[in-house]
């Protein structure tokens, strides 16, 4: 059975780095076909994605939150984490990790096809 | 970045209802389109991958067709379980961006 959880702090303060980390079971983390995606939604409004990252190390951010964001792995593990500096009451939001599987075999396909429940952050002082 | 714009916003139908909803691309993403479906409280859930291929365990009534910039997610008869909200989001590029959303609502 496939599992991923998000942990990290329920509550920041602005100007604080956030640590979210998601533990994934189930699937290994050196697949070549799979990789794991952060997303977040603020409430009430629409997915956004993050970040994400492969086996190979490969790693794409968002344009608008790239300064931002760092995205690393640990297989042994079973971990991704995500970092997020410079936190603003905006980025409150819930945070979901999701596994990303690379569908087809001549041409690749992405789709997040299992995620985690999600976790809550708000960013107040 | 590339910018989804679905088609309606919101959308209100019954139960046994054909509903589509659109997502068009701000530039061409050939098939590199997937769509989600998200109920209230809960994580979204993958249903259609690369424009029109079935996620496992999917039921058979949902359906994507597209290519380019402009796409469809089709349920062809709603059923109670299916009022929810629903993405499509991009792959082709780098940086993926999702659709703002289409809830669809019991009438």
């Known amino acids: 059975q496939v599992t991923l959880k998000e942990s990290g702090p329920v509550l920041v303060k602005p100007t604080e780095t956030l640590t979210l980390t998601c533990t994934v079971s189930?699937?290994?983390?050196?697949?070549?076909?799979?990789?794991v995606s952060w997303i977040r939604q603020p409430p009430g409004k629409a997915l956004e994605w993050l970040a994400h990252i492969f086996s190979n190390d490969e790693k794409s951010y968002s344009t608008s939150l790239k300064s931002r964001l760092t995205i690393s792995k640990d297989t042994s593990k079973s971990q991704v984490v995500l970092t997020m500096t410079n936190m603003d009451p905006v980025d409150t939001a819930t945070y979901y990790c999701?596994?990303?599987?690379?569908?087809?075999?001549?041409?690749?396909?992405?789709?997040?096809?299992?995620w985690g429940q999600g976790t809550t952050v708000t960013v107040s002082s | 970045d590339i910018q989804m714009t679905q088609s309606p916003s919101s959308l209100s139908a019954s139960v046994g209802d054909r509903v589509t909803i659109t997502c068009r691309a701000s530039?061409?993403?050939?098939?590199?389109l997937n769509w989600y479906q998200q109920k209230p409280g809960k994580a979204p859930k993958l249903l259609i991958y690369?424009?029109?291929s079935l996620q496992s365990g999917v039921p058979s009534r949902f359906s994507g067709s597209g290519s380019g910039t402009d796409f469809t997610l089709t349920i062809s008869s709603l059923q109670p379980e299916d009022f929810a909200t629903y993405y499509c989001?991009?792959?082709?590029?780098?940086?993926?961006?999702f659709g703002q959303g289409t809830k669809l609502e019991i009438k």
């Open positions: 530039q061409s993403i050939s098939s590199y």
């Open positions: 989001q991009q792959s082709y590029s780098t940086r993926w961006t």
């Open positions: 189930g699937f290994s983390l050196s697949n070549a076909r799979m990789g």
């Open positions: 690369a424009a029109s």
């Open positions: 999701a596994r990303t599987t690379i569908f087809g075999v001549v041409i690749r396909y992405y789709g997040m096809d299992v």
